[in-house]
């Protein structure tokens, strides 16, 4: 089965796709984003250190790339936002076809639209209960934020600036069989093509931080004649978990259509690494090059510990080390001494 990549920005004349690229999909299995670079599977934790020295050099000052970690390489880039309505609707959401039926119709006679404002609005009416410090009513940018950060469903896909963050969250609970994925994408190709858009492109221009609720309103909530593009969206106040997985959020415009086709829409079309700005590296590891690539992150203080701080996270720190016995068995025999010499 295959289908066209089109877009209301084509319609209207908008810098886009070409109208005529043929994307092929299977029935359960989504298709590669078109001008997206693909290297061969990378197999050894050394070999992926290479190439992340190789095509992402420190003194490249131009681009601006962010990552983004799959521990299933078919996973098509979701947002919160559709897996809950996927999941609310019994929709794998790897079938693109029914993903993209469901997006665009009404359920239980709600339209995407409707239930994305019902659960921000409901949101705001009870964040009051749970913390005294709220944003202005109109900052929809930071109420998205603080709603992806506690695991609310909504339009924001996060990112990193780290590559090795993406990596271990790419493959933290990867299985080897499946392998893993990450994704990288040139934050400032995306940003000089919305902002070049007709109708949205001088209001991004005016208002990148997206302050104002009429910057909302007329790029991002438009039910009617909505426009298929995303931006970067980080509010002015990071939460802590921002800072530390030194995150970037993506905000798609039009959430009647998948991420994937909103971030087509802005994308170069290039599929050569040389000028490509959205690249997909797929991991290949055995079991023992995921040990190494685990401990390797452990060393350079990523894991989860770090970027989840508090209990929860430290605990759930311990399984990477259960990938090196030795250095739990050496903690073992040390506090079993410290235990010795106290009597």
């Not at 705001?124 to 709220?134: A, G, M, N, S, W």
């Not at 490509?276 to 401990?295: I, M």
Request: glycine share 4%; with cysteine.
């Amino acid at each position: 089965m295959a289908y066209k990549v089109k877009n209301k920005n084509q319609e209207r004349g908008h810098k886009t796709l070409e109208s005529d690229s043929v994307v092929t999909q299977t029935e359960t299995q989504t298709t590669l984003l078109p001008y997206t670079y693909t290297p061969s599977p990378v197999k050894t934790w050394k070999n992926l250190y290479d190439l992340f020295c190789e095509d992402f050099p420190e003194n490249n000052t131009k681009e601006t790339w962010l990552f983004r970690g799959h521990n299933d390489p078919r996973e098509p880039l979701r947002t919160s936002l559709e897996k809950a309505f996927c999941n609310i609707a019994s929709i794998k959401i790897d079938k693109e076809k029914d993903v993209k039926d469901l997006l665009q119709n009404k359920f239980m006679d709600a339209s995407i639209w409707e239930i994305e404002r019902g659960l921000i609005r409901r949101f705001k009416r009870q964040y009051h209960h749970f913390d005294v410090r709220l944003p202005e009513s109109g900052n929809y940018i930071e109420w998205l934020s603080i709603m992806r950060h506690y695991g609310a469903p909504n339009r924001m896909l996060d990112w990193s600036y780290s590559f090795f963050v993406a990596v271990f969250f790419a493959i933290e609970d990867s299985i080897s069989e499946k392998g893993a994925a990450i994704w990288a994408l040139e934050k400032n190709a995306i940003i000089k093509t919305a902002k070049s858009l007709k109708y949205i492109g001088a209001k991004l221009k005016k208002d990148e931080d997206i302050k104002k609720k009429e910057t909302w309103e007329k790029c991002f909530y438009c039910p009617i004649d909505p426009q298929l593009f995303v931006f970067p969206a980080n509010p002015f106040r990071l939460n802590e978990r921002l800072v530390i997985q030194q995150g970037d959020l993506l905000c798609q415009g039009d959430i009647s259509k998948t991420f994937e086709e909103n971030l087509a829409a802005v994308l170069p079309q290039s599929t050569d690494k040389a000028h490509s700005k959205l690249r997909k590296y797929t991991l290949d590891f055995n079991a023992k090059e995921r040990q190494t690539a685990l401990l390797a992150l452990h060393r350079m203080n990523i894991n989860r510990a770090t970027l989840f701080p508090g209990l929860e996270g430290f605990s759930k720190s311990l399984k990477t080390l259960m990938a090196s016995p030795k250095k739990l068995m050496y903690h073992a025999e040390e506090c079993s001494k410290n235990d010795k010499s106290k009597k």
